[in-house]
């Protein structure tokens, strides 16, 4: 079982920039991994993902080329790289981990989650 523990929120201006990490324990990271985030009254949605190897990503469309997601399996980490942050990506940030390889957007094929760290973008 592993364990995550997201970190790197924060209160930022609108244009500003910050960088999310998502440390893990209980074993080494090497599946597919996930970014979602979720705002007062809204379901929880999809950021980003990348594959086991960090070879492979995939983004929605709203942080598309704002958005960086990576990871230093080394470390155990998963990063979140996020910059241009608009008043709407305000929310709560997690990271999760599935027990598979294949990169997917849908919350419930993640078994893993962090507890959530803040990001709030201000004009």
């Known amino acids: 079982q592993v364990q995550l523990v997201g970190s790197g929120g924060g209160l930022v201006q609108a244009g500003g920039s910050l960088r999310l990490s998502c440390a893990a324990s209980g074993r080494t990271l090497s599946y597919a991994m996930g970014w979602f985030r979720q705002a007062p009254g809204k379901e929880r949605e999809f950021v980003a993902a990348?594959?086991?190897?960090?070879?492979?990503?995939l983004y929605a469309n709203s942080v598309k080329d704002r958005f960086t997601i990576s990871r230093d399996n080394a470390k155990n980490t998963l990063y979140l790289q996020m910059n241009d942050l608009k008043p709407e990506d305000t929310a709560l940030y997690y990271c999760a981990e599935r027990s598979r390889f294949a990169l997917v957007r849908n919350p419930v094929e993640y078994d893993y989650w962090g507890q959530g760290t803040q990001v709030t973008v201000s004009l």
């Open positions: 990348i594959s086991g190897n960090g070879g492979s990503t």
